[in-house]
T-cell receptor
Framework: DTGVSQDPRHKITKRGQNVTFRCDPISEHNRLYWYRQTLGQGPEFLTYFQNEAQLEKSRLLSDRFSAERPKGSFSTLEIQRTEQGDSAMYLC????????????FGPGTRLTVT | LAKTTQPISMDSYEGQEVNITCSHNNIATNDYITWYQQFPSQGPRFIIQGYKTKVTNEVASLFIPADRKSSTLSLPRVSLSDTAVYYCLVGLTGGFKTIFGAGTRLFVKA
């Protein structure tokens, strides 16, 4: 297993367009997290899945954001009607239930909204 | 969730020991303390975790006093490649809704 992967690594889109990012966690991990990180700040929690269930969702996640993990494996994060303020690095992480708070992060998807 | 306070930045030289202290006055009884490291354009990487006293692994040591209101990450003999941002987090193990602060930017100079 090569770790958490994310696709694409970079995305440039025009304001108002929809974008979708994919995260493939480490295969035996049943917990999956999404974060957003802007320059000079720490990652901000967006949402969390345990298997296919979305158990926690930040108030940062407006109605334009939706995340899914349909079969408890990979996850997608969609942003509808993108705004310039959505420009950020979107990070995915996974962990194993019962482990310590040791989350394994992917390389991130950098979104630029023009 | 307990809020953490860390220095914004620190400078060091190669070969020195670096200690980064994190304050978490409102830590709850069940909270663990976890440290992550992040290099530019990469996701954070778990370094170490502890509940009380001292924890050591191949990368770092973590010192936690009895009142657990603070913790200190100790990096022995740093090298240029240790230049990164270090985050202190408190929360339950396996914790969803993980809260990162702004972190401490460590600059290691030759």
């Amino acid at each position: 297993d090569t770790g958490v992967s994310q696709d694409p690594r970079h995305k440039i889109t025009k304001r108002g367009q929809n974008v979708t990012f994919r995260c493939d966690p480490i295969s035996e991990h049943n917990r999956l997290y999404w974060y957003r990180q802007t320059l000079g700040q720490g990652p901000e929690f967006l949402t969390y899945f345990q298997n296919e269930a979305q158990l926690e969702k930040s108030r940062l996640l407006s109605d334009r954001f939706s995340a899914e993990r349909p079969k408890g494996s990979f996850s997608t994060l969609e942003i509808q009607r993108t705004e310039q303020g959505d420009s950020a690095m979107y990070l995915c992480a996974s962990s194993f239930e019962g482990s310590t708070n040791e989350q394994y992060f992917g390389p991130g998807t950098r979104l630029t909204v023009t | 969730l307990a809020k953490t306070t860390q220095p914004i930045s620190m400078d060091s030289y190669e070969g020195q020991e670096v200690n980064i202290t994190c304050s978490h006055n409102n830590i709850a009884t069940n909270d663990y303390i976890t440290w992550y490291q992040q290099f530019p354009s990469q996701g954070p990487r778990f370094i170490i975790q502890g509940y009380k006293t001292k924890v050591t692994n191949e990368v770092a040591s973590l010192f936690i006093p009895a009142d657990r209101k603070s913790s200190t990450l100790s990096l022995p003999r740093v090298s240029l490649s240790d230049t990164a941002v270090y985050y202190c987090l408190v929360g339950l193990t396996g914790g969803f809704k993980t809260i990162f602060g702004a972190g401490t930017r460590l600059f290691v100079k030759a």
